[in-house]
Nanobody, 114 residues
Framework: QVQLVESGGDFVQPGESLRLSCAASGFSFGTADMTWYRQAPRKERELVASISTGGFASRYLDSVKGRFTISRDNAKNTVDLQMNSLKSEDTAVYYC???????WGQGTQVVVAS
């Protein structure tokens, strides 16, 4: 079955960096656009970044442009999210998802606070 396992979340201070990783299995990873979402407390889940099947096209939420970078390794079935210059408003549970599949992982918690 489809499995998505996120990792890398942590408690960091504003301005620091984190790299999230998602290991995918159970579907044809190389043919799926991949996405990262996040859900902050008392807020709707929002799309943070997406990357095309070959990794050549990516899109970002306006508030993370220039700070976050999504990447994928189709040989390893992983998709990463490099997050730099973190802000308190980036605090959320982060999830990866394959576009078109209705499966979510357990998420990984990111807390940005001084």
């Amino acid at each position: 079955q489809v499995q998505l396992v996120e990792s890398g979340g942590d408690f960091v201070q504003p301005g620091e960096s984190l790299r999230l990783s998602c290991a995918a299995s159970g579907f044809s990873f190389g043919t799926a656009d991949m996405t990262w979402y996040r859900q902050a407390p008392r807020k709707e889940r929002e799309l943070v970044a997406s990357i095309s099947t070959g990794g050549f096209a990516s899109r970002y939420l306006d508030s993370v442009k220039g700070r976050f970078t999504i990447s994928r390794d189709n040989a390893k079935n992983t998709v990463d999210l490099q997050m730099n210059s973190l802000k308190s408003e980036d605090t959320a549970v982060y999830y990866c998802k394959a576009r078109g599949l209705k499966v979510w992982g357990q998420g990984t918690q990111v807390v940005v606070a001084s």
